[in-house]
C-alpha cells in the first residue's frame, strides 16, 4: 500500500521527463503538489495541525525562495565578464550576506513550524525535504539524459 501512495505522489515528477519545454508553470506546480503530497503522508498530520502547518510552512518556503533568487541574480552579477574586480568582490560579498540572512530565516521559521508539530514530526520534515529533493534532481538529470 505505501508503494501505490508513493507512485501516486511521485508520477507528477516522473511524467515531467515527458513535458513539452515551455510548460514551465505546470511542471513546478506539479513538483508543488508531489512535494505538499509527500510532505503530508510522511508527517501524518492532524486536522488541527496541518492548517496552521501549511500556513507557516508556505510562508517560509516563499521567503526562502525570493533569498534563493536573490543569491542567484548577485551570483550572475558577479560572474559577468564585463563587471569589474571590485564590483565581483562586492557581490561575493552581497551573497555571502544573504546567505547569513538565509539561514536566520530558517532558524525563525523553524520555531514557528516547532509551535505547529511535534521535534519528530520537523526531523521528518527535514528528511523528507531532503529525500524529495533527491529525487527531484535524479529525475531532471534523467531527463537531461534524455
Given at each position: 500500500?505505501?508503494?501505490?501512495?508513493?507512485?501516486?505522489?511521485?508520477?507528477?515528477?516522473?511524467s515531467l521527463a515527458?513535458?513539452?519545454?515551455?510548460?514551465?508553470?505546470?511542471?513546478?506546480?506539479?513538483?508543488?503538489?508531489?512535494?505538499?503530497?509527500?510532505?503530508?503522508?510522511?508527517?501524518?498530520?492532524?486536522?488541527?495541525?496541518?492548517?496552521?502547518?501549511?500556513?507557516?510552512?508556505?510562508?517560509?518556503?516563499?521567503?526562502?525562495?525570493?533569498?534563493?533568487?536573490?543569491?542567484?541574480?548577485?551570483?550572475?552579477?558577479?560572474?559577468?565578464?564585463?563587471?569589474?574586480?571590485?564590483?565581483?568582490?562586492?557581490?561575493?560579498?552581497?551573497?555571502?550576506?544573504?546567505?547569513?540572512?538565509?539561514?536566520?530565516?530558517?532558524?525563525?521559521?523553524?520555531s514557528k513550524i516547532?509551535?505547529?508539530?511535534?521535534?519528530?514530526?520537523?526531523?521528518?520534515?527535514?528528511?523528507?525535504?531532503?529525500?524529495?529533493?533527491?529525487?527531484?534532481?535524479?529525475?531532471?538529470?534523467?531527463?537531461?539524459?534524455?
Amino acid at each position: 500500500m505505501k508503494k501505490l501512495i508513493y507512485l501516486v505522489l511521485f508520477m507528477p515528477i516522473l511524467s515531467l521527463a515527458q513535458m513539452r519545454p515551455g510548460g514551465g508553470g505546470q511542471r513546478i506546480q506539479k513538483i508543488q503538489s508531489a512535494k505538499i503530497g509527500l510532505i503530508t503522508e510522511r508527517l501524518n498530520l492532524t486536522p488541527d495541525q496541518a492548517p496552521q502547518f501549511w500556513a507557516v510552512y508556505n510562508e517560509y518556503e516563499a521567503k526562502k525562495i525570493e533569498f534563493k533568487k536573490s543569491i542567484r541574480r548577485t551570483m550572475e552579477e558577479a560572474t559577468s565578464l564585463a563587471t569589474s574586480d571590485d564590483k565581483i568582490i562586492a557581490a561575493q560579498r552581497q551573497v555571502v550576506s544573504l546567505r547569513r540572512k538565509e539561514l536566520d530565516l530558517e532558524e525563525e521559521y523553524m520555531s514557528k513550524i516547532l509551535k505547529t508539530i511535534t521535534p519528530r514530526q520537523f526531523s521528518e520534515l527535514k528528511r523528507t525535504e531532503a529525500n524529495f529533493n533527491k529525487i527531484l534532481l535524479e529525475k531532471l538529470n534523467e531527463k537531461d539524459d534524455n
